[in-house]
């Protein structure tokens, strides 16, 4: 609720008008706003850039207010009026539930940072900017909540994969883990992406996913992705690699062969994965595994790597399985995955831990604020002449008669519903004529249509 204090003095004849602080409004074409607050002690680093944050909220405001398309949810910086680009991966208009991806310039964890969500814009445009969203440095985000036979890459590469043999479809949030997943049966499903430049021969690279496994895959070497020359699978074949994530890089005398700590791929649960690699470092650099956020410990199989890195840019890109059905070569991976993603360089620790702490449990990592309508601001008021707030006939002035504490007043008008408290009284301009010495005290409620009245 705003309030506006009017202080008229008899002596001066003067008027004081004093508001609380109000971040300012993105358009007047969008009638309502919330606040999100991100929680800063689940932020590992100060001064995160370009982080894309998950919003994960079910809000009833969204189903009684947002256009059915969901075209008209923007989001702004805490100043209220610089657009952030997004991303809207879900939206069930009819229970308000929203699952979007926002770029968030600078994420700190010095003070619970804010941003606004807006909504009620009749006829608005699509307002998502979703290749924003993901900075340069993402060459693929694979969602997993497209329905039909292709996963689109929500990066400006267009990494669109297509299914082969089903894999599952499209399932729920709840079994998704974030807006959706794909099921792989470990026998012939996968997801062949088309050979792009943009992800060939990579020096330095992160992957990263998130994995619900129901086996260790097809023949225990279920695969996560593969691009020939690197490949990402889970593994439990023997004593030295059991229940475990593995890693392997091809080079032309000696490949390598990375694997994370025994035991610490658990099936039937969600296992936020990530791996790094620096493959100009190859002879001295293992690979880096973290789960759920966390540094795991890592080994080396076998001998140094050595001799050229093998290019892999005449090979597809497969995830869920290693090749086509059929071949002696599948090794399908068995259970559920989704944001599956690649990254141009070595995501650091504090933007790992920040992400899975985000996509964890969204609820934690922010909170929505309670809901503000677009309010007009009263115009200076000058003793003895009446000013008017001009509004639409079909629009509503709502004023709080509790608030109002002066003895002579009055509101005049020929058009429109001005609800004072409990009395009604029609006007198209809600004016007010104060006494000289009174203390006035509007106070505009929340959710209040004034259509083009400011």
């Not at 910086?77 to 926002?102: P, Q, R």
């Not at 890109?317 to 360089?345: H, Q, W």
């Not at 449990?361 to 309508?373: D, L």
Request: glycine letters at 8%; aromatic letters at 12%; hydrophobic letters at 35%.
């Amino acid at each position: 609720m705003k309030t506006y204090h009017i202080a008229l003095m008899a002596a001066l004849l003067a008027l004081t008008l004093v508001q609380p602080a109000y971040a300012g409004w993105y358009d007047t074409a969008w009638v309502y706003r919330k606040n999100i607050t991100f929680n800063s002690s689940l932020i590992a680093q100060d001064g995160l850039s370009d982080f894309p944050a998950l919003i994960n909220i079910s809000d009833s405001s969204l189903s009684t207010f947002a256009e059915p398309s969901g075209d008209d949810i923007l989001f702004t910086d805490s100043d209220g009026t610089t657009k952030l680009d997004h991303e809207i991966e879900n939206f069930t208009y009819s229970i308000g539930t929203l699952v979007a991806w926002v770029r968030i310039p600078n994420l700190y964890n010095t003070t619970n940072q804010t941003i606004y969500m807006y909504f009620n814009s009749s006829g608005s445009p699509n307002q998502q900017n979703r290749t924003g969203v993901w900075n340069a440095s993402w060459l693929a985000v694979w969602h997993f909540s497209d329905r039909g036979a292709r996963n689109n890459d929500s990066t400006r590469y267009n990494n669109n994969g297509t299914r082969f043999n089903g894999v599952g479809g499209v399932l729920t949030s709840q079994d998704g883990g974030i807006g959706g997943a794909n099921n792989f049966d470990g026998a012939d499903d996968g997801i062949n992406v088309t050979q792009n430049a943009v992800i060939n021969n990579l020096k330095q690279f992160s992957l990263v996913a998130w994995v619900n496994a129901d086996t260790y895959g097809e023949s225990s070497f279920g695969r996560i992705m593969d691009k020939q020359s690197w490949l990402l699978f889970v593994g439990n074949t023997n004593s030295t690699t059991k229940q475990t994530t593995r890693m392997n890089i091809d080079f032309a005398t000696n490949d390598g062969f990375y694997n994370a700590a025994n035991n610490t791929m658990r099936t039937n649960s969600w296992q936020h994965t990530v791996v790094t690699y620096n493959v100009s470092a190859a002879a001295t650099t293992n690979a880096t595994f973290y789960r759920n956020g966390s540094l795991i410990a890592t080994f080396r199989d076998g001998v140094l790597p050595s001799g050229a890195y093998v290019s892999d840019a005449a090979f597809n890109l497969v995830i869920g399985n290693s090749d086509a059905p059929g071949s002696s070569l599948a090794r399908t991976f068995d259970g559920k995955m989704t944001e599956v993603r690649i990254y141009n360089g070595t995501l650091n620790p504090d933007q790992i831990k920040t992400e899975y702490n985000n996509q964890y449990v969204p609820s934690t990592f922010i909170s929505v604020g309670g809901g503000e309508a677009l309010t007009c601001n009263p115009p200076p008021l000058n003793q003895g002449n009446p000013v008017n707030w001009t509004i639409e006939a079909s629009d509503n002035c709502v004023i709080d008669g509790k608030s109002i504490q002066v003895t002579n007043i009055f509101i005049q008008g020929s058009s429109g519903t001005v609800i004072f408290r409990n009395s009604n009284v029609t006007a198209t301009d809600c004016r007010i004529q104060p006494n000289a010495g009174s203390l006035i005290t509007l106070a505009i409620e929340a959710f209040v249509n004034w259509g083009n009245a400011c």
